[in-house]
């Protein structure tokens, strides 16, 4: 069974810093895999997508790269802004069309 | 452009009643499915679709059930509501399978007292 976790749970940084978030997973047999923000009370907003035959994907300050031998995918976000507050998720896509999320990080930007 | 649209938002019910999430999107996608949300739990696929007249079980099926008649439509059932059932359920659509982005709806906020 899929597994995906996601370190670390919380983070607090000042403004301006770059940062990464780790995703890990443990079945190398995926289709693609997403990275997702969430506020707080809403849906899940997709930020970048990469399919399983990529090993990153850049749009703006945000760049995800994969690496499925070892299981793992980070996000970096560069040079972070108060508004970047909210919860990441990654999940990976799985076939049957079935997406199994992290529990997620939740991202707290000082200003 | 509506996206996903899912009602209602907010929901209190009683032990052992029913109910019906509705979710509607107008994208064209053939494939939808519903997720729940636990806190420290991520989301968990409960049912999905690839099309209409298609559905098919995920990861937590059970006191669910689900139809696709058409393609922009798909409501999700609670047969008989249980407390376990208290959670935040979400409706999402892609255009591809296995391969799409996925689109989500702003949530449905169910307790079941």
């Known amino acids: 069974k899929q597994e995906v976790t996601q370190i670390p749970a919380a983070l607090s940084v000042p403004e301006g810093e770059n940062l990464v978030l780790n995703c890990s997973f443990t079945d190398s047999a995926i289709y693609n895999l997403q990275w997702f923000r969430q506020d707080p009370g809403k849906g899940l907003t997709s930020l970048l997508l990469?399919?399983?035959?990529?090993r990153e994907q850049t749009s703006g300050r945000l760049n995800a790269s994969l690496d499925k031998s070892s299981g793992r995918s980070t996000l970096y976000i560069a040079a972070s802004q108060p508004g970047d507050s909210a919860t990441y998720l990654c999940?990976?896509?799985?076939?049957?069309?079935?997406?199994?999320f992290g529990a997620g990080t939740i991202l707290r930007v000082k200003s | 452009n509506a996206g996903v649209t899912q009602t209602p938002k907010f929901q209190v019910l009683k032990t052992g009643q029913s109910m019906t999430l509705q979710c509607a999107q107008d994208?064209?996608?053939?494939?939808m499915s519903w997720y729940r949300q636990d806190p420290g739990m991520g989301l968990r696929l409960i049912h999905y679709s690839v099309g209409a007249g298609i559905t098919d079980q995920g990861e937590v099926p059970n006191g669910y059930n689900v139809s696709r008649s058409t393609t922009e439509d798909f409501p999700l059932r609670l047969l008989s509501a249980a407390p376990s059932q208290t959670s935040v359920y979400f409706c999402?659509?892609?255009?591809?399978?296995?391969?799409?982005?996925?689109?989500f709806g702003e949530g449905s906020r169910l307790t079941v007292l």
């Open positions: 999402a659509s892609s255009v591809l399978v296995n391969t799409g982005e996925l689109f």
């Open positions: 990469i399919q399983s035959s990529q």
């Open positions: 999940a990976v896509g799985e076939y049957g069309n079935k997406l199994v």
């Open positions: 994208m064209n996608h053939e494939y």
